[in-house]
Nanobody, 124 residues
């Protein structure tokens, strides 16, 4: 069983930065591919970023490319999402998730464990 706990959300002005953290329990974190998704009110949960188990490969949605950076610390079972140049349209609940052993990085169906989410609100 894997538990994921996000933190670091909050209220920030447009152009500001936030760093989200996702702390994972369990011995399998260092071999798990991880992703971040977000869900705005009334909308579907969308892919934001993902990282391979080794950290060698990263993937980003076009809407965040160049502004967000995903990283991980396997020694501390944590994955991060550094968010810079935030825009009001980035406002959402952000979730981290563990991808299944084999599958795409981009679809919610390919992830089997999810955190409870952390709210990010960007004011204009």
């Amino acid at each position: 069983h894997v538990q994921l706990v996000e933190s670091g959300g909050g209220l920030v002005q447009a152009g500001g930065s936030l760093r989200l953290s996702c702390a994972a329990s369990g011995r399998t974190f260092s071999t798990s591919n991880m992703g971040w998704f977000r869900q705005a009110p009334g909308k579907e949960r969308d892919f934001v970023a993902a990282i391979s188990w080794s950290g060698d490969s990263t993937y980003y949605a076009d809407s965040v490319k160049g502004r967000f950076t995903i990283s991980r610390d396997n020694a501390n079972n944590t994955v991060y999402l550094q968010m810079n140049s935030l825009k009001p349209e980035d406002t959402a609940v952000y979730y981290c998730a563990r991808r299944r052993i084999a599958g795409s990085y981009f679809y919610t169906e390919e992830y089997d464990y999810w955190g409870q989410g952390t709210q990010v609100t960007v004011s204009s």
